[in-house]
C-alpha cells in the first residue's frame, strides 16, 4: 500500500491516505491563503506515488511544477516545523494543453461527444430550444451522419428548420424561432472559440493518463487564462471531461490508489446557472465516479460554491481562511465551519477567519471512510518551483512530451456538414435539368406552333437550341447552370 500523502502538520502530522482519495475533496479560502500551494503540493504527491494528476491553471502560474524549487529559509522553516524528512527539490512530468492550442496541446471534443445536455448549458439555452437541439442530435443520429465541428450543427439546424414538415409527425413540431435562436447562440461560441474547441482529432482520455519512465505520473496542466475570458465555456469543458471519464473507464471498485486526479480550479464555474437536470447530472458523476478510480478535488473561494448535493460527497476538506466581512461570508464561515467534524481543542468557526497564509484547517477520510477531528495544520511547500516558466522552457516541453504531434494537426473528416452540403448540390443539379428540359419542351412547342416554311430564328430561340445541344457534355452542363440560374431564378 503506497504511504500517506502527508498534507501539513497541526498538534501531529495530518495524512491523507491514498484509499480515500478517490472519494474526493474541497480546497476552499479566500484569495491569497494558500489554496494553489496547497494544489501543487497534493498534484506533486499524487505524481510521486504513480497516480496522473490534471489540473486547470486559471492564473498561469502552475507551469512551474515542471522544475524543482529553489531552497529559501522560510521553505526550509516550514520544512523542519513539519518533519518532512523525505523533502528534496523535484520538477515533475508535465503535459500543456490549451483550448486554444497556443500554451500547450490543442484540446477538443466533437460535438457528439458534447451532447445536448451540455450544449444546452453552454448556449444558455431554454427548455425549448433545448428540445429542439434534442431533436437535431436524434435525427442526425437516425441518419447516421456524424456531428463533430460547429459547422456540422450549423447544417443540422438548417436541414430540420427547412424540412420541419417531414420531421414534425415522427419528431414533434420544430420551431423555426428556436432554431434561430440557437443559431445566433453558435455565433457567440465562435466568438468565445468555440471552433477551437470543437473537431478532431478529439481528445483521447487515455492520453492523459500516463506516466513517465521512472514511475511518475504525468501532471497534465490545462492553461486557463484565456479560457476563462469565457467562463461558460471552461465550466462546460471540464463538466464534459468528468462525464466523459465516467462514461468510459471500467468500474474498478476502491483501488489502493486513484487512477486519476482531477483539480477543478474556479469550481463555481461548473455550477453558475446551471439548471437542476445538470446539477443532478454532475452529482450522480461525482458520487459514482469514485468507482472508477477517479477523485475529484474542487478548489474554490467559497464553499457556498458547490452545491450541497455535490458539496456532501467530498470526504477530503481543507479549509483556508475566510474572511467574514459580509452577511454572506459571515454565512460561509458558519457552512465552513459546520461541515468539519468537532474537535474539542479548536473553535473552529473562529479559526476560520484567524488563519494565516499557508495554514488550513484539515480534515480527511480515515481507512474506514471515516472523517477525522478537525486539525488546525501547517501546510507542506511544494518540492517545485513557484511560478510560472517562460515561454522558451514550455515550448520545449511540449516538444518532447507524450502526445506531441498527436492533436497539433486538425482533421475534417466526412461528417454532417459535408453530406447535406452533397446533398443540396445534388438537388440544385436535379432542379437546373428540369429547367433545362422544361426550356426545351417550350422551344419545341413553339417550333411546332409555327407556319409552314422557312422562317427566320429569333435570337432567343437560336439561344434555346445552342443550350439544348449543350446538355449532352458536362461542360455546357455547368455553363447553363451559371447562365440560366441567373436568368431564371434556379437556386440551389
Known amino acids: 500500500m503506497p504511504d500517506p500523502i502527508i498534507i501539513g502538520k497541526g498538534d501531529q502530522p495530518v495524512p491523507l491516505l491514498p484509499k480515500m482519495a478517490n472519494r474526493h475533496g474541497l480546497i476552499a479560502g479566500a484569495t ?93 439555452l ?18 447516421g451522419w456524424l456531428l463533430l465541428d460547429l459547422k456540422d450543427l450549423r447544417s443540422m439546424l438548417q436541414f430540420v428548420a427547412e424540412n420541419a414538415g417531414d420531421f414534425q409527425t415522427l419528431y414533434g413540431n420544430i420551431s423555426a424561432a428556436s432554431v434561430g435562436a440557437i443559431q445566433r447562440r453558435l455565433l457567440t461560441l465562435e466568438d468565445q472559440g468555440g471552433n477551437d474547441l470543437f473537431g478532431e482529432p478529439a481528445l483521447n482520455l487515455q492520453d492523459m493518463m500516463q506516466t513517465d519512465a521512472a514511475g511518475l505520473g504525468v501532471i ?44 477543478f480550479d474556479e469550481a463555481h464555474l461548473l455550477f453558475d446557472d446551471a439548471p437542476d437536470i445538470l446539477i443532478d447530472k454532475v452529482e450522480q458523476v461525482v458520487r459514482l465516479i469514485r468507482s472508477k478510480g477517479v477523485g475529484v ?46 474537535n474539542p481543542q479548536l473553535d473552529t468557526r473562529q479559526v476560520i477567519s484567524e488563519l494565516g ?64 452540403s452533397a446533398k443540396a448540390e445534388l438537388l440544385a443539379q436535379e432542379q437546373q435539368a428540369a429547367e433545362v428540359a422544361k426550356m426545351q419542351e417550350e422551344a419545341l412547342a413553339r417550333a411546332q406552333r409555327r407556319p409552314a416554311g422557312r422562317q427566320r430564328q429569333t435570337v ?5 437550341k445552342s ?19 441567373s436568368l431564371f431564378g434556379g437556386r440551389r
Open 32 to 124: 491569497g491563503t494558500g489554496k494553489t500551494i496547497t494544489l501543487q503540493g497534493l498534484a506533486e504527491e499524487f505524481s510521486r506515488m504513480g497516480v496522473p494528476v490534471f489540473l486547470s491553471d486559471v492564473k498561469g502560474d502552475l507551469s512551474g511544477i515542471s522544475q524543482p524549487g529553489s531552497a529559501h529559509p522560510k521553505i526550509q522553516e516550514r520544512v523542519d516545523l513539519i518533519g518532512l524528512e523525505d523533502f528534496q527539490f523535484q520538477g515533475f512530468p508535465v503535459t500543456f494543453w490549451d483550448v486554444f492550442g497556443k500554451q500547450g496541446h490543442p484540446v477538443r471534443a466533437t460535438i457528439t461527444d458534447m451532447g445536448p445536455l451540455l450544449l444546452s448549458r453552454l448556449l444558455n
Open 126 to 143: 431554454n427548455e425549448t430550444q433545448q428540445g429542439v437541439l434534442t431533436l437535431v442530435f436524434r435525427v442526425a443520429d437516425d441518419n
Open 220 to 263: 497534465n496542466v490545462l492553461a486557463s487564462e484565456q479560457l476563462m475570458n469565457a467562463p461558460l465555456l471552461y465550466g462546460t469543458f471540464l463538466l464534459w471531461l468528468m462525464s466523459e471519464l465516467f462514461e468510459t473507464l471500467p468500474e474498478v471498485g476502491d483501488p489502493e490508489k486513484p487512477k486519476l486526479v482531477l483539480f
Open 297 to 342: 478535488y474542487f478548489v474554490t473561494q467559497n464553499p457556498l460554491d458547490v452545491p450541497d448535493t455535490v458539496l456532501g460527497q467530498l470526504g477530503n476538506r481543507v479549509q483556508h481562511a475566510l474572511r467574514a466581512f459580509t452577511p454572506r461570508d459571515q454565512k460561509a464561515v458558519k457552512a465552513a465551519a459546520e461541515t468539519f467534524r468537532p
Open 357 to 420: 497564509v499557508g495554514e488550513a484547517l484539515v480534515s480527511t477520510l480515515d481507512a474506514k471512510g471515516r472523517p477525522s477531528m478537525v486539525e488546525r495544520t501547517l501546510v507542506r511547500p511544494p518540492r517545485s518551483s513557484m511560478g510560472p516558466i517562460t515561454a522558451t522552457m514550455r515550448r520545449q516541453l511540449m516538444a518532447g512530451s507524450l502526445v506531441a504531434g498527436v492533436y497539433d494537426t486538425p482533421i475534417d473528416r466526412e461528417s454532417a456538414y459535408e453530406i447535406l
Open 460 to 464: 432567343s430561340e437560336s439561344f434555346f
Open 467 to 485: 443550350a439544348a445541344r449543350a446538355v449532352g457534355s458536362q461542360v455546357g452542363r455547368q455553363l447553363i447552370r451559371g447562365v440560366l440560374g
